[in-house]
């Protein structure tokens, strides 16, 4: 056909990468800076979680569920961490629950106060409407390659591109949550005299707060989600063990530590609810 | 005088210029409506209300009134008008002035309550105290102090979702008096009560009114709510206020077809007076200045002193008894008098008690006239129909 001639391809690709490493250049301090951090924070994190003796760390955790949520959550919580400890999955486990809780603190940290400008200002709703389109529905490998870019292989990379996978679930039901709150309830704020600040802290936040909770619940299960995939670029824990039975085709092996992520899931589900 | 609203509009709508030109020309709400897709809330209000008056406004549902109450507060900015407290201009205020006045000088109870869901009844109560800073100490001897007042205070612990709904308004109310400001904005706070509860919530708010004395701002769409609650009523059609007064000078005077439209639907037993209803005290036919013939068939007999007085009460000359309502029993062989302040409804059950007219006397207890069952029942029949029964009877 003739205009096939004229029909060069968009060098879009070609552009990004560009774009990448001209970040990575520019950055590499930072992102050093940045890396190191996260690497003592998580370090610190799994420390903490696995110095606790692991009975002890199971009766805690069977206490806070009973309290919480009644004896049955309570009981499953129990029965389900001791398997995990007689399988002998337990400092696998401590080390993707270290990277669950890092991914799915920097998430929210970033997430809500993203979610309550939004909810408030136009301009920011409307800009960041379609990068968190773009974030959930980009498939999740593209994220571990700027993401060993710039940090390289290990767990920093991998809670990295987790949190970046997690983050739209907060952003977007904190929006929402604060967006529900009723108008009369608005109102009552303004008619009494409440400022910016006491109206978002005395009217929106605590109407929004069983939304919110969600949200965070949401992150963390994004966040397991990712375990397995970040264990592709070197992150540690349960998803390791995962890559590894399906590079040596160990059935076994592949479904102890998937029903260790499965556990986990389902425990951080039931403690992280609003009701 | 506490509130004044001088030529106030409201107009939701991209160019309220455009409209307020199109308003000048004397077109309608609905032609408006067609022609630019604007809505006229509010039209040209001008409203006098002084300290310590109950004043309603009554209107259907998309009359604007609403909208006119939180012109008050500014919760709606309106787009032509001033309005006054006090000296104070609220249209001119700037945003931190604004919040001033909404903390300290004007409160507001709403329709489905507002509470907080979140937080004990307790600390809705303290809601509009936070916002004020007060001292937590003060904050909560208030709120005790003001669930007292309501009848609530061993609820003070309990969420809002645990109450009725007669309940939850209490606790807006509580928190809206908590503040101590001196004008309360109600916007239609008991409609979405039950009939038995609010006639009890608009018994209560009388009793508070009474002993409180704030400038109340009440909005509501049920007449009779108008009726018993305020001092003053004005009634608002398509964003426009048609008439203002009292309530007996509505229903006896209602001044376009939709007042009296309005009227003649309503329960006016406790509005109307006896001082009415007396014109046909002329039929009473004098015997002397000191003798007056009340009833033909019987020959009943009433005697004044001097002061016009009435002193006794003759049977074909076997004396009666003459009582004052309300100090009455059921079936008396007395006759009774009432004062003429005395509402219909409290005259129907005076009549019940006792076969012989009614005595109107004033409040010196002079004679003024009487009240026969055929004047209570032309009274319930031409209510509100015919326009002239109001100057007949004034």
Redesign the interface.
């Known amino acids: 056909m003739w205009f096939v001639k004229f029909w060069t391809k968009i060098p879009l690709g070609d552009t990004v990468e560009r774009g990448v490493d001209a970040l990575e250049i520019a950055l590499r301090s930072e992102f050093r800076a940045l890396s190191s951090f996260l690497h003592s924070s998580i370090g610190a994190l799994e420390g903490f979680l696995a110095f606790i003796p692991p009975l002890i760390f199971i009766a805690v955790l069977g206490v806070l569920a009973w309290r919480v949520r009644g004896w049955k959550v309570a009981l499953f919580v129990v029965v389900s961490l001791l398997l995990i400890l007689n399988l002998g999955l337990w400092s696998l486990t401590i080390r993707t629950l270290a990277i669950v809780l890092m991914a799915t603190i920097a998430s929210t940290l970033i997430g809500i106060p993203i979610g309550i400008l939004k909810a408030h200002n136009k301009v920011i709703h409307t800009i960041t409407r379609p990068i968190l389109d773009f974030m959930q529905t980009i498939p999740t490998f593209v994220y571990l390659i700027p993401a060993l870019m710039f940090f390289g292989l290990g767990t920093v990379p991998g809670v990295i591109a987790t949190i970046v996978f997690a983050l739209p679930p907060p952003v977007r039901l904190t929006y929402l949550g604060i967006r529900q709150v009723?108008v009369?309830?608005i109102?009552?704020g303004?008619?009494?005299?409440?400022?910016w600040w006491?109206m978002l802290y005395?009217?929106e936040i605590?109407?929004a707060?069983p939304s919110v909770v969600m949200g965070v619940n949401q992150c963390i299960m994004m966040s397991l989600s990712m375990v397995v995939i970040a264990a592709m670029i070197g992150a540690g824990g349960l998803g390791r063990e995962v890559m590894r039975a399906l590079a040596t085709i160990n059935i076994g092996m592949g479904f102890e530590a998937g029903l260790g992520i499965v556990i986990l899931a389902i425990i951080l589900d039931r403690l992280v609810r609003a009701e | 005088m506490e509130i004044r609203l001088k030529s106030v509009y409201k107009i939701f709508g991209k160019e309220p210029q455009k409209v307020l030109e199109l308003l000048k020309k004397g077109k309608t709400k609905s032609e408006i409506y067609e022609e630019t897709g604007q809505v006229v809330a509010v039209n040209d209000v001008s409203l006098d209300i002084s300290i310590g008056e109950t004043f309603v406004v009554m209107g259907l549902s998309g009359s604007g009134k609403s909208t006119l109450l939180r012109c008050i507060n500014r919760l709606v900015d309106p787009t032509l008008g001033k309005i006054y407290s006090k000296e104070l201009e609220i249209t001119s205020l700037n945003q931190r002035e604004l919040r001033e006045i909404r903390t300290h000088n004007i409160t507001m109870v709403f329709q489905h309550f507002a509470l907080f869901p979140r937080r004990r009844v307790l600390s809705n109560v303290t809601f509009g105290l936070e916002i004020q800073k007060k001292p937590k100490e003060y904050q909560r001897k208030k709120a005790l102090e003001m669930l007292e007042l309501v009848g609530l205070k061993e609820w003070s612990d309990s969420y809002p979702s645990e109450l009725s709904g007669g309940m939850k308004q209490r606790i807006g109310l509580a928190r809206a008096l908590a503040t101590e400001a001196k004008i309360l904005l109600m916007d239609e706070p008991f409609s979405a009560l039950d009939p038995l509860i609010r006639l009890r919530m608009q018994e209560e708010l009388l009793k508070l009114q009474n002993k409180l004395k704030r400038t109340v701002f009440f909005v509501t769409h049920d007449l009779d709510e108008a009726l018993r609650l305020g001092g003053r009523i004005a009634i608002m059609e398509e964003g426009g206020i048609v008439q203002v007064g009292s309530p007996e000078e509505i229903i006896i005077n209602p001044r376009t077809e939709y007042v009296a439209n309005f009227v003649k639907n309503a329960d006016s037993s406790g509005v109307l007076t006896a001082a009415k209803m007396i014109d046909s005290a002329t039929k009473a036919s004098f015997v002397s200045s000191k003798r007056y013939l009340l009833d033909h068939k019987t020959n009943l007999t009433l005697e004044l002193d001097e002061d016009s007085h009435p002193i006794r009460a003759y049977i074909e000359n076997q004396p009666l008894l003459i009582k004052s309502y309300p100090n009455i029993g059921e079936g008396e062989t007395n006759l009774i008098l009432v004062p003429e302040n005395t509402v219909l409804r409290d005259i129907m059950k005076a009549k019940v008690c006792c076969d012989f007219p009614l005595v109107v006397v004033s409040r010196e207890k002079k004679f003024k006239g009487i009240i026969t069952e055929k004047d209570i029942l032309k009274t319930l029949l031409m209510k509100g129909k015919e326009k002239d029964l109001g100057s007949q009877n004034v």
């Open positions: 009723p009369e309830l109102e009552a303004k008619a009494f005299g409440s400022n006491q005395k009217v605590p109407n707060i």
